[in-house]
């Protein structure tokens, strides 16, 4: 990979606030998004003063591309960072430090020249980090909710509120999905199967439940591998997919998406009172009794499951599929 000199003593400036005249460095892919180009910068930079430091700077290149029914994604979070939504963050919980950001339109592309947090990610949370995090999110969108800052106004590309909606809509119309679980080859039990037509039949009364929640910032991607756990605080990487959304959505991403089995129950409990804690410290919040969480989760997820277990040949995979349908099913009942 190539990167003009002139721009990464640019991206150097700012990271160290220093003037640069000279930098060596090294590329190296990074685990990133689906469809980003993520690497991590390392080398070291000389400045006028003579004096080396090194760095690790994580340079993402993101090009045109249409998620469905979500058009605008693809540079939603050059959007963000170009807007003062930074500001509104906590030392707790925070997104990577933007030092540089440059759009193409010749080639329908942006970079995005980020800070690199080294920290705990993915399955190496515990339940306390979760816990943590769900709490911080509660947090954050309370106080974005209450105190309704102007850049809240000013943010044109978001996600809309119905974007749930009319995903598990879309989802319920594929009749590869919808008709395996009532079928007699369906190899799910029966309890599970169930589980997935229950929240058919009762979807609409489901999302009237939904769509009396607080209407929050949500994230839309909260999930481990975008938790980043340091020092005691949270940073929160790929806001992409983020929008308008209910109370409650992006806590569904953290308990469900690709969570441990041996802990999802466990992290239900803990994460939906921490997370409900958060948000009322900062604005009220609907009983915790009556969150939708669960709900949230087989709307989300549910379908999703179902075309992983029918799309891969890995038994091991199927089992670990069904064995999270049934952890959820474990949820419903739960008093939190």
């Not at 150097?12 to 993520?38: C, Q, W």
């Not at 000389?46 to 605008?72: A, C, H, M």
């Not at 990577?96 to 993915?122: K, Q, R």
Request: proline share 3%.
């Amino acid at each position: 990979m190539n990167i003009k000199s002139e721009t990464l003593n640019a991206v150097l400036r700012r990271r160290f606030e220093r003037e640069i005249i000279s930098a060596d460095y090294k590329t190296m892919p990074l685990h990133g998004g689906t469809v980003g180009n993520v690497n991590m910068v390392t080398g070291v930079a000389e400045t006028s003063e003579g004096e080396k430091l090194s760095f690790r700077i994580v340079l993402k290149i993101q090009k045109q591309w249409n998620r469905y029914n979500d058009p605008g994604s693809w540079r939603r979070e050059y959007d963000l960072y170009a807007s003062d939504l930074g500001e509104t963050f906590s030392d707790a919980l925070r997104w990577p430090t933007c030092y540089y950001a440059e759009m193409n339109p010749e080639e329908d592309e942006f970079h995005l020249w980020l800070e690199y947090i080294d920290g705990v990610s993915g399955l190496d949370l515990t339940g306390d980090m979760y816990e943590q995090a769900a709490l911080e999110l509660g947090r954050f969108q309370g106080k974005l909710y209450a105190k309704q800052p102007a850049v809240l106004q000013s943010l044109t590309n978001l996600s809309h509120a119905d974007l749930m909606k009319n995903t598990y809509l879309h989802y319920r119309s594929w009749p590869v999905v919808y008709d395996y679980i009532r079928s007699e080859n369906c190899e799910f039990p029966q309890h599970v199967r169930q589980m997935l037509i229950d929240i058919d039949e009762h979807a609409d009364e489901i999302f009237d439940r939904i769509e009396k929640l607080p209407l929050v910032l949500c994230h839309r991607d909260f999930w481990v591998t975008n938790l980043i756990y340091a020092e005691g605080k949270i940073a929160l990487i790929d806001w992409d997919t983020s929008g308008w959304g209910y109370l409650g959505e992006d806590l569904a991403s953290l308990i469900a998406d690709e969570a441990d089995v041996n802990y999802m129950v466990d992290y239900y409990k803990r994460c939906v009172p921490a997370y409900y804690q958060g948000f009322s410290e900062y604005a009220d919040a609907p009983p915790v009794a009556d969150h939708c969480v669960y709900e949230m989760i087989l709307l989300v997820f549910g379908y999703r499951f179902v075309e992983s277990y029918l799309h891969t040949e890995d038994d091991k995979e199927k089992i670990k599929l069904v064995q999270i349908l049934q952890k959820i099913h474990e949820m419903k009942n739960i008093t939190v």
